[in-house]
RNA sequence: GGUCCCGUAGUUCAACGGAUAGAAUAGGCGUUUCCUAAACUCUAGAUCCAAGUUCGAUUCUUGGCGGGACCA
């Protein structure tokens, strides 16, 4: 229960009692009530907006203000002390005792912030990578993001269960494979001395050089350049290994095995670094099939249909799309095939009420097919579908091609931030004492919480852009900014001896304290926006804040210091309830906060 | 050709239709015999354009201009 949610039926009641006999006013809704923290440059801690109120009641702003504050001042002595009208502005002053009392309630609960379980599940899928190359940038986003919306979904109460599709067939695994036979001379990641995934990328890397070699002579001999592009040697043996694959020829599928398995251990290593981890991993060679009996089945009752030439389609004109294909004349699935079934084995799985797809903003068209084929078709689970769509990473030189060799690796990135970490580090001299493997832990918590911090921070659904000389800053609005925050608090607790009391017994609050609690009572209203927007980043913005204010509040008032003992014990628990609160919050993000940096 | 998204300080990001549009960073001025200066204080700087709805528009509507994505 925050505040503003105690405070809005009290206003309703209120209202009520002033105003209620008037003919003209028929009801007060909480809903209708717009309260917002009062702007620092006023007298007050919240205010209500109360011209919606003016038209329907006929009364001038400062008459109704007067009204309502001095009524709420009068029956809710214990909350409220004051109240003041500035234009159409109520302003209520909330008393020291209330925010003492909650502050009381509240210092030393770890898990201030979390929900009872509410009996409901969620399946989040995220990650998805194609096994022909290393995890980048953008990959980095999906993950830190939906990892987070799943852990913001946990503490809130629901089930989640994470959940991946690996997208391990296809044309281009198939461009890694025929160039590892034709270039490594029988090479491995071991005897390369090479993650498996970076090997894997490497050769199709070296597929992709060769049929560029390949086309430019077909070119040079004569042929016109989309001629070229289809007899390359190189691109034929690929769509034969294609369709070797599809038949199952058992060296081909050997190899396929072979080269995904090394992917999947490079591919284990990041993810263990990173943070990521599923409670089931689908696999695309394992779901396709699956989608194409989907479709066969739905053919039988509509509302899919044949075309003369035996490809499979659905019609969407009624909502306002076109048709869509759904299977290939050849009967080959499209990607909205595998989809489908995909979607249908997960439901079957685990019968969640709410599926969480995050995928890039590049696939809006396609999701929202996908959920309607699935609604058309009346499955229970299609309007729990929804699809988190993030924008995509951009480099200030705009967006990362492969082909260009400008996109950013997951696992370089990765390394070149714990080097800057350790720079500063040793630069700064704080943690001498430490040994070699706390270290180690430090840059590493350091490094990938200003890398999480920073891809999270940002509204999902925007487009980014990321900077990578900014990006490695460790001031101002990132991760580390916040984790030594917290760090600066622990130090401070490591001095307190014995366990205080458990009221302070301090009865006013200075100006940056009150701040600071008004700041950690949000917490939960926090939380649950970010539940409601699938949006970590409200979480990011508001854990900088809450830094920030014990910040300004820590340079301004000593803890251990303090006027008197009373004032040292209230200091103590707003510095502990902080110190709780950045790691909560940092932990819905996937951040470690340390004890010491 | 059709659909969708986005335009806010030099830059990267904020702002349920609410008060004088917030931060961070870069720039300028300061703070360390006192709990960690990866910090704090002060300063300067922005809503793409034009109409409309509204007591009130960065936010909603329409039309431009500019950028991006997708579909056939």
Redesign the pocket.
């Known amino acids: 229960m925050s505040i503003v949610s105690e405070i809005k039926p009290l206003i309703v009641t209120e209202l009520k009692n002033l105003y209620g006999k008037e003919p003209i006013a028929i009801g007060f809704q909480e809903s209708e009530l717009?309260i917002?923290t009062?702007?620092p440059?006023?007298e007050?801690d919240y205010?209500l907006?109360l011209?919606?109120f003016v038209?329907q009641l006929k009364k001038p702003p400062e008459q109704l203000g007067a009204e309502i504050g001095e009524a709420l001042v009068k029956a809710n002595p214990e909350i409220f002390t004051a109240h003041n009208v500035?234009?159409?502005?109520l302003?209520l002053t909330v008393s020291d005792k209330y925010w003492l009392s909650f502050l009381v309630a509240n210092y030393a609960n770890t898990k201030f912030g979390s929900r009872p379980a509410k009996g409901q599940k969620v399946m989040v899928e995220y990650s998805s990578p194609n096994t022909n190359k290393p995890i980048h940038l953008g990959h980095l986003r999906n993950n830190f993001l939906g990892w987070s919306v799943a852990q913001i979904l946990k503490q809130s109460g629901y089930e989640t269960i994470k959940s991946c599709i690996v997208n391990d067939r296809g044309i281009h695994i198939c461009k890694s494979m025929i160039a590892w036979l034709l270039f490594a001379n029988g090479a491995t990641p071991e005897s390369a001395n090479k993650k498996g995934d970076h090997f894997v990328g490497d050769y199709y890397v070296r597929f992709n050089d060769e049929y560029k070699k390949q086309v430019a002579e077909l070119i040079a001999g004569g042929l016109k350049k989309e001629e070229a592009e289809k007899e390359a040697p190189i691109m034929k043996g690929t769509q034969q290994m294609l369709l070797d694959w599809e038949n199952g020829k058992p060296d081909v599928i050997a190899l396929w095995k072979k080269m995904n398995n090394w992917v999947y251990a490079g591919f284990d290593v990041t993810y263990k670094r990173i943070g990521s981890d599923f409670a089931k991993t689908y696999y695309e060679s394992e779901t396709y099939l699956p989608g194409k009996r989907f479709v066969e089945e739905g053919l039988k009752e509509g509302p899919f249909f044949k075309k003369e030439d035996g490809s499979v389609w659905i019609d969407l004109t009624n909502e306002g799309l076109?048709e869509?294909?759904v299977l290939r004349k050849d009967g080959t699935s499209v990607y909205i095939t595998q989809d489908l079934g995909l979607a249908e084995e997960k439901y079957r799985d685990f019968k969640y009420d709410e599926s969480i797809y995050v995928i890039a903003?590049?696939q809006?068209?396609?999701m929202k097919v996908l959920k309607l084929i699935l609604k058309k078709l009346g499955k229970p689970y299609a309007d729990g579908i929804y699809h988190l769509s993030y924008g995509?990473v951009e480099l200030?030189s705009?967006?990362m091609k492969s082909r260009e060799g400008t996109v950013v690796d997951a696992d370089e990135l990765i390394e070149e931030m714990v080097k800057v970490?350790k720079n500063?580090?040793e630069e700064?001299g704080?943690?001498k004492d430490f040994a070699e493997d706390e270290l180690a832990e430090l840059y590493d918590t350091?490094a990938l919480g200003a890398l999480k911090f920073f891809l999270l921070?940002?509204?999902p659904?925007?487009?980014?852009?990321f900077?990578p000389e900014?990006s490695i800053?460790?001031?101002?609005?990132?991760g580390?900014?916040v984790q030594?925050?917290h760090?600066?608090i622990?130090?401070?607790l490591r001095?307190r001896s014995g366990v205080g009391s458990q009221e302070s017994g301090v009865g006013s609050l200075l100006k940056l304290e009150k701040d600071l609690i008004i700041s950690l009572e949000q917490y939960p209203t926090i939380i649950e926006q970010a539940v409601a927007e699938h949006n970590p980043?409200v979480i990011a913005?508001y854990v900088?804040n809450l830094a920030?204010s014990f910040?300004?509040f820590?340079?301004?008032?000593?803890?251990?210091?303090a006027e008197s003992e009373e004032k040292k014990e209230l200091r103590l628990q707003l510095s502990e309830m902080t110190a709780n609160v950045i790691a909560s919050g940092m932990g819905l993000l996937g951040i470690k906060v340390p004890?010491?940096?």
Do not use: Q, W
Not at 461 to 465: F, G, L, P
Not at 473 to 478: P, V
């Open positions: 717009t917002n009062t702007k440059e006023f007050g205010t907006v011209f919606s038209k500035i234009k159409g502005f302003n076109d869509k294909l903003d590049e809006n068209y396609h995509m200030p705009g967006r970490a500063k580090t700064l704080k943690v350091i921070r940002v509204d659904k925007k487009r980014m852009i900077n900014e800053d460790f001031h101002g609005f990132t580390p900014f030594y925050t760090a600066r622990k130090s401070i001095k980043s913005i900088f920030k910040n300004t820590y340079t301004e008032h000593s803890v251990m210091n004890e010491r940096m």
